[in-house]
């Protein structure tokens, strides 16, 4: 059971910027904790030596905590692309608010004010 920081790196090399994208790779990394808590176990309970065992556990153990890395950056960066959807939503409302108050104000001047029927009718 060979391992390198190498390996470990090159497994993490891409990034999705879309939310599906990154919820796939968020069930990736996931299954990679799996793998590598399963291996752990194993390292646990294989025959090498202690000091073998060891390396193998706290490189196994550096890999664990690289992926729950991956996944909190993930899970911040869908959070915070949400979070600006959101106010992309409120401003696109409060636009649109602002445009039917503006025609409301521009096609019927003075509306609702007894001067400003008069003087449309006159």
């Known amino acids: 059971m060979d391992m390198t ?9 891409g990034s999705a910027s879309s939310g599906a994208g ?15 808590t399963n291996e ?12 073998t065992k060891e390396q193998q556990a706290q ?11 991956q996944i909190e ?5 869908q959070a915070q692309q949400a979070q600006q959807a959101g106010q992309r939503g ?7 608010r ?11 001047p003075g509306q609702g004010s007894l001067g400003g029927l008069l003087d449309e009718y006159a």
Request: glycine share 2%; hydrophobic share 40%; no cysteine.
């Open 98 to 108: 602002d445009e039917q108050a503006q025609s409301r104000s521009r096609g019927n």
């Open 90 to 96: 409120t401003e696109a409302v409060q636009q649109k």
């Open 40 to 51: 752990l176990k194993e390292v646990a309970n294989s025959d090498a030596d202690a000091k």
């Open 59 to 69: 490189l196994l153990q550096a890999k664990i905590q690289m992926l729950q890395a």
């Open 5 to 13: 920081i190498s390996a470990i790196s090159s497994s993490s090399a």
């Open 22 to 36: 990154a919820a796939s790779r968020i069930q990736q990394l996931q299954k990679q904790i799996k793998d590598a």
């Open 73 to 77: 950056a993930l899970q911040n960066q």
